[in-house]
């Protein structure tokens, strides 16, 4: 991946104006020096989300979404940092040009070229006389001319060299072919062959619209009945949706997605005029692609097969949404059916009716998925279901959401509620979120966020450097126990080192490109407010934070004390505490150290430690026991 100059991303940072790129998807209004609106990356009703435009930097109050002008066109296009740079870049009238830590050669373009060269010559293929097979199976499927523009389906014809030739002769470099998966060389003879031959194509898309690899369908009942081209530098069947390009901004939307599990079943469900699905390629659902739909919505749908792969297939697919953050509801088929076949069968609205009718939400689904598996419904497989839905239970947030599924539940066992919810409770500790939670509230105003110590106190040592000079000197930054705000003081502790007057600035560029640009867009919020610690609150934080380290430090002695006491080892006790005395004032210790004579020497075979009160003081006896050499001590 190609990278760019720091000074290039200033630039940019420069040209722009971050209201007016915010404002082609957020209605903003002023107040004061910020600027207002609803976040377009949750659902609200009052605004919490504002941008500052003299810090070219956003953050919502609600979700805590934030960062700078990349951050927002990433998070609102799910682009990756590069792909969001060029955008911006191409709007600031820049040019990009790699830097020497860039790599030399990049073969996505091409690649992606030829990948789209292919894809026309499929559509005129279709389009033509050695097509009408394929339109005639279209025409039978269901599918209108329309949504096969949309999805910019093709056929491939029989034949070894027709899309090999039909390139070359455009002036594409079969090294090219050879990348993109396109041809196949022969084990037989040297030479290559066209990959998709007498199969419908589908492109596959990256999000931005990209063709990054083909997936090809026979027309008949011949095996393999799918065939993607291979995985390359641009495509991975983990990291890519079928037809997310087309569907992302109806998720975005309807803060919804479906999944489903084939190409013709998210193309068919389209056409129904259901928008926001999208289909994993007839693949199990990965973590990437989880992620992936993160970025523009918060629940999703399953709709699988309703056979006993499509049913363990959604168990797997909910735990990884789940894992994710995302919030999963299900919809299970008869047997036998997908949803192509279900719509064929019985037509829209029946189909939408059945969806309609027959939505289960995680733990529904989970409940009626264990209990079908059940023999019978005795004491040992009640306990087995309650065990089993228990994590899901126990982090939900809502006191009424778990007070419905213990309802359910309970009527499903065939037990009262009050014996669940006590078989629930037994293990509390064991889960999260089982304690009744306080709700949060949120307003649009930052004087109003419960902001923690640490962060007032980071934010005020952002805003004066000797302060943050003072306050490591003292404590150190261990304290910063929250990874982001960790890594932040982390940058800044490098940036401050160079004769630079933008520390700031510096940090909160590389604060986005890392990843941790909400937590710096919510301190830099911080920082224009007057609510941070002044010196008597700082020093107040650094003496708790010393006494703290102190407590832990002799925690950490007395533990040590108690090992050396229970291993009899009397010699390195009195040596530890020798070496205590000599980091802390003797008096700290003498009551330990009077309460452990008595304990560990009831039976001494050294005569000198019985004469112990006849020294000047402790600290001699204990001087002279450690370095005389004498071995009988107690054991």
């Given at each position: 991946m190609a990278t760019y100059d720091d000074q290039v991303l200033e630039e940019i940072l420069n040209r722009l104006d971050i209201v007016e790129i915010v404002s082609e998807s957020v209605n903003l209004s002023r107040k004061g020096n910020r600027y207002w609106g609803l976040c377009p990356f949750h659902q609200e009703k009052t605004a919490s989300f504002c941008v500052t435009p003299d810090k070219n930097m956003f953050y919502c109050f609600g979700c805590h979404a934030g960062g700078d002008i990349f951050s927002f066109v990433m998070k609102r296009d799910g682009l990756e940092f590069r792909e969001a740079m060029e955008y911006l870049a191409g709007k600031a009238g820049i040019e990009l040009v790699k830097s020497r830590s860039g790599k030399q050669t990049d073969h996505r373009k091409p690649v992606i070229e030829v990948n789209q060269a292919a894809v026309e010559f499929y559509q005129q293929v279709l389009a033509g006389k050695l097509g009408q097979e394929a339109r005639e199976y279209l025409r039978r499927r269901g599918l209108e001319a329309a949504t096969i523009k949309k999805y910019q389906l093709g056929y491939a014809p029989d034949g070894w060299t027709r899309l090999e030739e039909h390139l070359l002769k455009k002036g594409y470099s079969q090294e090219y072919l050879k990348l993109s998966g396109l041809i196949k060389r022969s084990e037989n003879r040297n030479n290559f062959y066209d990959l998709l031959r007498r199969r419908l194509v589908f492109p596959i898309m990256h999000y931005n619209g990209d063709i990054v690899g083909l997936g090809g369908r026979v027309l008949d009942d011949s095996l393999p009945k799918y065939l993607n081209t291979p995985e390359t530098e641009l495509f991975s069947k983990r990291k890519v949706l079928y037809g997310l390009f087309q569907a992302r901004d109806s998720i975005r939307q309807a803060n919804k997605a479906i999944i489903v599990e084939g190409y013709m079943d998210c193309i068919k469900l389209q056409q129904l005029g259901i928008n926001n699905v999208v289909a994993t390629m007839g693949t199990a659902l990965t973590s990437e692609q989880a992620r992936l739909?993160?970025?523009?919505?918060e629940k999703v749908l399953l709709l699988y097969d309703g056979d006993e792969a499509g049913q363990r297939e959604t168990i797997r697919a909910l735990e990884i949404l789940g894992n994710e953050g995302l919030k999963a509801s299900v919809v299970s088929l008869p047997m036998g059916e997908d949803p192509d076949d279900y719509i064929e069968k019985y037509g829209k609205e029946e189909f939408l009716r059945y969806i309609q009718n027959n939505k289960l939400s995680n733990i529904e689904f989970k409940i009626n998925r264990y209990l079908s598996r059940e023999k019978e419904l005795n004491l040992e497989s009640q306990i087995r279901t309650i065990n089993y839905l228990r994590k899901d239970i126990g982090q939900l947030n809502s006191e009424l959401e778990k007070d419905y599924y213990i309802k359910i539940l309970a009527r499903k066992l065939k037990i009262e509620e009050?014996?669940?919810y006590r078989e629930l409770k037994k293990r509390e500790r064991d889960i999260s979120g089982i304690k009744r939670n306080k709700s949060k509230i949120i307003r649009d105003n930052i004087k109003y966020v419960n902001y923690g110590i640490n962060e007032r106190v980071l934010a005020a040592m952002f805003k004066k450097p000797e302060l943050f000079e003072y306050i490591k000197s003292r404590i150190g930054l261990e304290f910063l126990e929250e990874r982001d705000l960790r890594a932040l003081a982390g940058i800044y502790e490098k940036l401050k080192d160079n004769d630079s007057d933008d520390h700031?600035?510096?940090?909160?560029?590389?604060?986005?490109?890392?990843?941790f640009g909400s937590a710096f867009a919510r301190l830099a919020l911080l920082m224009e407010e007057e609510s941070l610690p002044g010196e008597m609150e700082?020093?107040?934080?650094?003496?708790?934070?010393?006494?703290?380290?102190?407590?832990?430090a002799w925690k950490n002695q007395f533990y040590r004390l108690k090992d050396l006491d229970s291993e009899g080892n009397f010699y390195s006790f009195l040596k530890f505490i020798l070496n205590l005395n000599l980091i802390h004032h003797k008096q700290s210790y003498t009551i330990l150290l009077n309460k452990k004579s008595a304990n560990?020497?009831?039976n001494p075979r050294n005569p000198r430690l019985l004469k112990t009160n006849s020294h000047s003081s402790k600290d001699q006896f204990f001087t002279s026991y450690i370095h005389a050499e004498d071995k009988t001590g107690c054991n």
């Open positions: 739909l993160q970025r523009y919505c009050n014996i669940v700031l600035e510096r940090l909160g560029l590389l604060a986005n490109q890392q990843g700082i020093k107040r934080f650094i003496r708790q934070v010393e006494r703290k380290e102190e407590e832990q560990i020497c009831e």
